[in-house]
Each structure stands twice: as structure tokens, then as C-alpha cells.
């Protein structure tokens, strides 16, 4: 999984990070890889009573991340599984953990736009 990414996808997301700040350059974008918090994760797990205690964090494969945009967090990289595997669990999992950071994501970029 980590040589899969580090070989093809993370160039790739840099490139595409360095023609996002180039293009905008208000955005102040950075990519971040390799066990990147997910920060609106953890907004969102504080404001439940249960999890305040909680010291889990969700770490993602890799993450856009707009400084310039009231530090929004725009693209989650999520990696399922190394190329050919039949681990279904595992893949199942990480597409849970994906859908639910992609949702959290856009939460808090509705919440910091709508000041809620």
C-alpha cells in the first residue's frame, strides 16, 4: 500500500496540488500524505459527550488542505488495499472510513461558511 502510493498516487497529488496554488494562489493549498490528521474528524467527534475523553485520531493516506480558505480540508486519499488483494474487510473498512471523513469534511465546510 505505502510503496502503491508513494510510486504513483502521491506525485500525482502533488502535481495536482502545485497547479491548485499556482492557478489560485490565494488558496495557500498543501498536500499532506502519509498518516495526515483529519482535523474536521476530530471537530466533529468533540462536539458528541462521548468521544470528548477519546484520544482516537483519523489519520487518512492523504489530504488537501486549503490555508487560505479558512483552513478548509477539500480532498481525502483514502488507500483500500495493495493492488490485487482479495482482503474484503479491510477494503470494506477503509471505504467506510473514507464515506464518513468525506462527510465530516463537508459538514465543517458548511459549518465554518455558515458560522454554525
Known sequence: EATFNSLFIYPFLEA???WLKESEDWCKAVFRHGEALLISM???LKT???YK???HDYLADGIIKLYGLKNIE???FETSDCFGS???SKIAFDHHKGFFGALTML???ILSHHGK
Open 42 to 44: 476530530n471537530k466533529q
Open 48 to 50: 458528541i459527550p462521548s
Open 16 to 18: 495536482v496540488n502545485t
Open 86 to 88: 482479495i482482503n474484503k
Open 53 to 55: 475523553e477519546d484520544n
Open 107 to 109: 459538514k465543517n465546510s
Open 74 to 76: 477539500i480532498f481525502l
